[in-house]
């Protein structure tokens, strides 16, 4: 009998890294890759809008997958968002993980989301920026000053020599608070933008984190060998950045072409598989090239994958938390 370990959040907090995080999201997608990894689509309760029947305004996404190389493990992410959860003083988004014995099916651990979620997703742009950046990128601009605004500077700050990172945001009080505190946190130089074009036009990188569902960032605004972070459940981009730039990624074409930045350009036939020009996995393996010249100006919609969940979360259980012996769960 194989005994179920809780973890909290707060001990979570407590081991995971941004670093370490990193670290396992391009292992993850090295796994993809290869050919190792077994990741159904994710299937979506949806509660509607405020105004709707159920009158929630909010969603559940299930998210398993099977991680093989290197990880050899199964789970599911039960993941949730509601609209006005702020008024009440608790995040947009939460989440479980549920790890098991892929030979078995026995629970392991059973484990806080919402921190895995939150700096995994700022961990898939880091890795998706590594093997996009232009040479030279310097500026950085956030849309959003959430906290998946924080995560992704955070990321951002492991990959890039940032000098100069522009925050805007719906409530400009976010944003001030924003440049407050991840000045202080980052040492970094951090300017309040009055309006989302002043966040853009001197950015080198431009990263989307927000929950609208509109254009926030025109094409007009993108300087010469930009890259556009996608990372939102709507779409978030003026449609001729990923319909006209150089070169469209996406971490997984099964997911975006259902969901999230480019949902609607595929329902409209204007997008298709072939207007990618290759999935992050394929990149970090050597299968396709990312960023081949300083002029290019590419776009990458990372909808965020359960694998990574499940990769970081398996990491952590394994070489934090795990009681058992590790002849008997295979390591391999």
Not at 101 to 130: C, N, Q
Request: charged letters at 25%.
């Amino acid at each position: 009998m194989i005994n179920i370990k809780l973890i909290s959040q707060q001990e979570i907090k407590e081991r995971l890294t941004m670093k370490k995080a990193l670290e396992v999201v391009e292992k993850v997608y090295e796994s993809h890759g290869n050919g190792q990894v077994v990741m159904p689509s994710k299937i979506t309760l949806d509660l509607g809008e405020s105004t709707d029947w159920p009158p929630y305004a909010g969603s559940y996404n299930a998210m398993p997958a099977y991680l093989g190389e290197g990880f050899d493990m199964s789970g599911i992410k039960w993941v949730w968002g509601f609209e006005d959860n702020y008024k009440k003083g608790i995040p947009y988004i939460s989440a479980v993980i549920i790890l098991n014995d892929p030979r078995t099916g026995e629970v392991l651990s059973i484990m806080d989301g919402g921190y895995i979620t939150d700096i995994r997703t700022g961990a898939s742009s880091g890795v998706t920026a590594k093997y996009l950046l232009s040479r030279n990128a310097k500026n950085l601009g956030i849309i959003g000053a959430g906290i998946q605004g924080r995560m992704n500077l955070r990321a951002m700050n492991e990959v890039m020599n940032i000098e100069n990172v522009f925050i805007a945001d719906i409530r400009k009080e976010s944003a001030i608070k924003f440049a407050e505190e991840m000045s202080k946190e980052l040492g970094l130089k951090i300017i309040v933008a009055d309006n989302n074009e002043k966040a853009c036009v001197d950015s080198d990188v431009i990263i989307t984190v927000t929950i609208a569902n509109e254009p926030l960032v025109k094409k007009e605004w993108l300087k010469k060998g930009c890259t556009v972070l996608s990372l939102g459940s709507f779409q978030e981009l003026d449609e001729n950045i990923p319909l006209y730039a150089d070169k469209l990624f996406v971490d997984s074409w099964e997911q975006n072409s259902h969901r999230g930045e480019l949902l609607s350009l595929v329902l409209d036939g204007k997008i298709t598989k072939d207007n990618v020009y290759a999935e992050i996995p394929d990149v970090i393996v050597g299968r396709k090239s990312g960023r081949e010249n300083d002029d290019e100006i590419i776009c990458a919609c990372i909808i965020g994958m359960g694998s990574t969940d499940i990769g970081v979360a398996s990491e952590l259980y394994k070489n934090e938390f795990a009681e058992y012996d590790k002849n008997v769960i295979s390591l391999r």
